[in-house]
């Protein structure tokens, strides 16, 4: 490595390594959560601005298309946005819900799964997904293996970006830029176990108030998130602009990146050392020097006859 | 004169015919070597040979479309020769006389024996998928452009049909080197009549008639 981690021996899972990383000072680490509590935010985007402003980021400005959302998607110099949506409940009430779209730090990662540079994608002790661009090469395989849709390749520099969970503030005892700035509270970090205690009182209240499906947003198909949602519908998280209802790395990804790969590799050195063999067994194919003699004795004759 | 001619032997493959495929040759081997380096960590060495990690990625879908082109012509060119026989089923059957070098007991085939008409087909499903499911998922200038089950779908794909093609060429390679006189064919573009007798002989078979019938005719020509 080149010096360029910030903290080599959190390393918990590289991207295209086989081997373990370091896990020996696992224990006095505690995983981190981002509780994004969807019934208080009031989309002032204080969040995203926070963001850019703290990892220096400079989107250009792009143009109304008639929604509040803006950027309209994310992009490498936009690691969040927020996306709003109109809901009418059964109760035919106009319900705004805005969300908060960003990295979901999944604890079994599609994108680190997909990638195939070794170190380009690490996940710390803490639960953080990185992406390291001193070691990315711009394949775009982490698009692919994203279950939420969130790695974009800048067209600059050919390289992944995506929301960091401000893990150089975190490494420092800082929170994330975007739960910093939240005027409402409503995006809050800490350990996992108080973000979820908070996420049920959350959750309760909810309840209390007529929301009979609020809920916890952490989905199990990919191992949990390090990134959680309260909802007031959980029972419907698409309608929270197409958030998944159960994502998990999809079977193409896996059959892309699973068992087959190390399989392939081998049986690939096999088929090479099979020919070697063979080889050494059977020995060449050869035109036996009788038959030599027997063409050029023909050739021969026939040519003394014309 | 007799001399040289008997060394000349026939024509197997002519100028263009062993151009092409030492051009598709070097390209293949140069994709295969960069496309494993990212196909699993253990072949991530590769990269060292062209010039690192990110020209790897950038190079290998150019090489790609590069080589296709020329495999492209070489498909065409040799689609007669690679059509399958009855004779060709027999040999096949027959694989194990034919790994065991018991060639005395295989029927005789044409220009191409059923082993290399199956590279050939192999080859022409692959380089296509390959190319096809390439181009989704290359970056940065089609990915991007992709739906995502594409996406997925086109590297699925790609990794897959480069397995086989690359099994195949490992088959491939070591035919040249176990079937003496073969390799030299592509690089010289003649073999023996006692090689072509006995590795092709419908082929031979065919030659020699041609060559009866150009003396007969030539013959008839000076008698006239
Ligand atoms: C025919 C045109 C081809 C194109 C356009 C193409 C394009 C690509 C692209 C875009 C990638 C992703 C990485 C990158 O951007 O460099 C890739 C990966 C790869 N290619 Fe190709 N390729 C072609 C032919 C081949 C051939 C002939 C082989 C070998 C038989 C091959 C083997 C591979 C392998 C093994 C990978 C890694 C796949 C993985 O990581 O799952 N490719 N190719
Ligand atoms: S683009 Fe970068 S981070 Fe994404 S899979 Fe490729 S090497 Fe890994």
Redesign the interface.
Known sequence: MRGDQINLQNITARSATSPPSPQVRDGGVERVTKLIDVSRCIGCKACQVACSEWNDLRDDVGECVGVYDNPVDLSPNSWEVMRFNEYEDEQGNLEWLIRKDNCMHCAEPGCLEACPAPGAIVQYANGIVDFNSEHCIGCGYCVAGCPFDIPRISKKDSKAYKCTLCSDRVFHGLEPACVKSCPTGSIMFGTREDMHELAQSRTEYLHGRGFENAGIYDPEGVGGTHVIYVLQHADKPEIYNGLPNDPRISPLVDAWKGVTKPLASVAIGLAALTGFFHYATQGPKEVPKEEYDEVEDAETHEEDRT | M?QSK?ERGILRYGWFSRLNHWTIAISFVLLVLSG?????????GFTALFGG??M??ILHPFIGVFMSVFFAIMAVRFFKDSLIKRHDIQWLKQIKDV???R?EKLPPVGKSNAGQKLVYWIMVFSVPVLLVTGVI?W??YF??AMP??L???G??LH??VA?LA??TL??H??SG?????SFQAMVRGRV????A???HDLWYQEKMDEERRR?ESLDRIAGQ
């Open positions: 007799s008997k494993l380096a990212l196909f699993h960590p253990f072949f991530w990690p990110i790897t990625r790994l065991s070098n060639d998922i970056q940065p990915a991007d995502i089950t996406l997925r779908l590297a699925l990794a897959f397995f690359i099994i490992i088959i390679i070591y080197i176990w079937v003496k006189g023996s009549k006692a090689w007798k006995h590795h003396k």
